[in-house]
Each structure stands twice: as C-alpha cells, then as structure tokens.
C-alpha cells in the first residue's frame, strides 16, 4: 500500500510521461512508496507554456512540486530530496557520511557525464525536439559521441559490482537509469556488447516498486 497520508496528498506534483527529469521523480516516489496527486502536462502541446503553468513554473520545465502552503520545488533532485527528509527509509542518497558521498559522487557523474549528454543529444539531433529547442546539429552529434563514450565506461564500472554507487540502490541508478530508459527511442539502446550495464539495467527495471510503475503506466 502506498503512503498517502495528509502531508503527500495535499501536495501536487506537475510531471510529463516519460520525459527523463520526471521520470527520475516519479520512479523515486515509486521508490518510496508515497503517492502524490499528479497533473501530465504534454510537452509536445505545449502544454508547459501556459499561462496558468508559467505561473507556478516560470522556467516552464517540469517537474515541479507543489506543497499545501504554495510553496514550489522546481528541480527533481531538489524534489527527490525533500522526499528523503520526509521520508527516510528507504535510504536512497545513502547512510552515513562516506555512503551518502559515494552516492552523491555517483548521481553528478550519472547527471553531468550521461544524462545531460543524452538530453543534449535528443533536443539538437532529433526530429521530435525541433518544438522546444532551436538546434544546433552540430553540437547534437558531439554530446551523442559523450554520451556512448559514457555508457561504454559505465559498462566496465559495473562489472565488480551490481549498483553504480557500490553499496545499494540509490538515487544514482534512477538517474542513470531515467536517462536510458527516456532516451531510448532516440537510439540510445543499450549496445548488445555491454553486457555488465544491461544486467544492472534489467536488474532496476525488474524491482518491484519500478515494475508496478511501469505496468502501471501500460509501458514496457
């Protein structure tokens, strides 16, 4: 049974399917087992560029946490560590001091090195992206090249240990994770040589939080 008590069901999380930023979001409050009221935008609509929406999101990227108060969290690792504070167990960003550097260590690697590298990649090189971002092809095929030179060395880090950050599952692999599952349909599947990286990349896909989440949703 999910958490719904009053301090999750008074908040409103506005979150996009399958877009990777939300997509980290949700999988941790899976993670967590806490459920929060959701509103799907469509970015490809637009929808993100409403007037009503700008107004809680200026920026107009999701996701953004709305709390009962009106306060506005509007970066997802700033939302998954609210979550945290909130809801400590289980632990994802670590226990103690050497494990939660580990973690943190892990997720800006997984966030600078591979995620933003894909993103870069999807919105200057792919056809869907031409809505939201004036692209620049150019530089769309060199984050491509960061990106797959990333993933060939995240294949031989993981072949001594089954998470990224070594000592269980955190918020590192839903990072890197949310990043390969989202980008997938823009040629990021995984190489068939990278044996190590598609272990670990089944073993999240196959834990039951993530699971339920995605059959959930109806996706594979």
Known sequence: MQDTEPRFSAMRLYSARMAVSPLRVQLFLAEKNVQIPETTLDLLKGEQRSAEYQRIAPNMRVPTLMLPDGTVIRESLA?????????????????????????????????????????MAFRHGHP???????????????????????????????????????????????????????????????????????????AVRARPAIHARFKAWGAK
């Open 128 to 202: 869907m992206a031409r809505t939201i971002q004036e692209q620049v092809p150019e530089f769309g095929v060199q984050a491509r090249a960061a990106a797959l030179k990333r993933i060939a060395i995240l294949n031989r880090e993981l072949a001594d240990r089954l998470w990224i950050a070594g000592e269980g599952f955190s918020v590192a692999d839903l990072t890197a994770f949310a990043a390969l599952r989202a980008f997938r349909f823009a040629d990021f599947s995984i190489p068939e040589e990278h044996a190590n990286l598609t272990r670990w990349f089944d």
């Open 79 to 119: 939302i998954c560590r609210y979550i945290e504070a909130l809801m400590p167990e289980p632990a994802l960003f670590g226990r103690g001091a050497l494990q939660q550097a580990l973690v943190e260590q892990w997720q800006r690697i997984m966030e600078l090195e591979l995620l933003q590298p894909m993103a």
